[in-house]
């Protein structure tokens, strides 16, 4: 294969890696090792899942802090460098002068490591750097610096002149913070991005750089903005600087600033700047802003690749729980009909309970579900309408459908122990009571905290703002929706609506209320944001090139993804078609969850798993050295890229109307 000159790569952290409670976040009874997603945070955090939040925020700060320090001897961080350059506030107001230039930047966080950059490569000049370090220049967790042992094992340098360089930025965006373990082994980038910098690295007949960085995300992690006049960072005044729009123009900023700081004497030596190519990479929100950054900055990235990215943004997003429904049923990954139907129908008992009957008989059953699930307050916070809707609305339990581990090894931890545990012959439960049952397991001795007004409160707190719910939200209600409903099928619907949760509790009407009362957004124009949002970057019928969208079947963010097997159409094209020199790739992943194969690496990663990084990572290569595709302005396309052809599109009935 003949390399072209120098190639840099952009790659962007999962996160949304969107989740339901949100896209990937807070998992009850999660032991499966980590942080479950790098993905989208699902705008419908129920109520029960803030108040475990807020009740095991107290008692875990101290024991997650020392686990990380018993985990830092272990984990080689020297070579990852944690920095922060200077950002632009606002990228579309006008220049400020100098005396106002303060106003209108902040530090915007970013990591860099330069272990796969062979020694005549200069790109591991540390001084050079060390300005733009506010943490006390290369520090590991702890603080302090150390070597790389482990990963620096791994590294086969080569004598040889690498005639290509290429460099991934990870962009992160609402999921779990940054850390420096981005660029080691994490949830973010790890299975496509830093096993093809590995590669390409080792490669003998390849022979190039790679430059690996990682760019947080505004007003999540560290890269909150300061303001003079002391006011909060994530106040509704504050938060008018967070969209999506302006994290675009910070990615193509920092492309700018690190083509100048790392790779100066590279860009010397070649006759301009478009030898250099960007590729960005990412997972669920950042997945999305991987495509939209190669669909509205074309000239500075080159090509992108998309994971679990729903870019078909929607004000009511009812699918998601399609999804959750035909994943509770797929054997494949250990469920079943038992197993929804146990599911589906305790959430119908518990509302047939609270709905038929005298007042006494009404009272009775409020007292014993109260008992039941360890409800805060017993029963009287079950006679309170806006409670029971967000007791039943978004589940009774929480199923870790999005972070699917097959692997993982705590208890109910994915669908098969779940529906392992939901289906047991041994058991005479009845459904409502097996749902009990798993959810004082799931616990912690904890009661569930059903308050509607605790959640409002939640969400204007101090601990909203250090998880990132508060600026994800505020992106919800100003761009995004994604709002998870539970929908009753009537008899005028077009779609047969499957959530298995209880329906009809949750409407859109609860997250509109959040909106205006947390950010004083009125809900009218929340479905005009979205609309807005959906027009600005095409959803479906985006019309970018270069960009390959990769989704797990599992995962219920696919339902709003590009999801089309056609390699040279978008997802739910027109009776016209796309565009024929589009070229937009997509590929399933078979019984996968959100972004997975993004996560680390583990030898329990199965045969799928396995093969969609083989194929991203010979996309890219593909992408990056055919000579016939050299166009950065998106027009032309003569190359075409082989998709396997035997992996299906899933077969999902979606209403794509998506009630904005």
Known sequence: MKLSPSAILLLTAGSLDLIRFPLHFFVQGSSSGGNVGGSIKSPSLT???????????????????????????????GDVQELYFEQRLDHFTSHPTQHQKDDFTFSQRYFY????????????DNDKHSKHVKSNGTRNLRGHEQEIESIAATVTPTTTTPTTTFAFLCVGGEGPDLTPNVLLNSVHCTGDMIELASKLYNDSEMNVNVHMFALEHRYYGKSYPTFDDGSSSTSNANLVYLSSRQALADIANFVQFAKKEYLKEMNKNSDSDSDVKWVTFGGSYPGMLAAWSRLKYPHLIYAAVSNSAPVQVVLDFPQYNDVVAASLRNEMVGGSDECFDVVSTGHDEIASMLTVGTDTETDAAREKIANLFNVC????????DKNVHAFLGDGVVYIPVQENDPSCDG????????????????????????LAQMSKKLSYGSCMDINWENKISYLSSDAAREEGNRSWQWQTCTEMGFYQTCEINSPNSTHAYSCPYGKGYHTVDQDLEICERAFGIDAELVPKNVEDTLTYYGGWDMAGSRILSVNGDIDPWSALSMNKKDSKSSSHSNDNGIDPDIDMPTYWSKGASHHFWTHQVKESDGDEIQATRKMIHDWVIDVLFDQSDNNDDGSKEEATVNVREDVEVGNFDFDTSGGT
């Open 377 to 384: 307050g017993g029963a009287e916070s079950l006679a309170v």
């Open 47 to 77: 109520i029960h899942q803030i108040t475990k939040l807020q009740a095991k925020t107290r008692n875990t700060k101290l024991e997650k802090h020392q686990k990380q320090e018993e985990s830092d001897d272990t984990i080689p961080l």
């Open 411 to 434: 208890d109910l931890c994915n669908i098969e122990k779940i529906c392992h545990f939901l289906t047991s012959p041994s058991s005479s439960l009845s459904s409502m009571e097996k």
């Open 113 to 124: 490591s330069s272990r796969y950059v062979h020694a005549n490569g200069k790109g591991n």
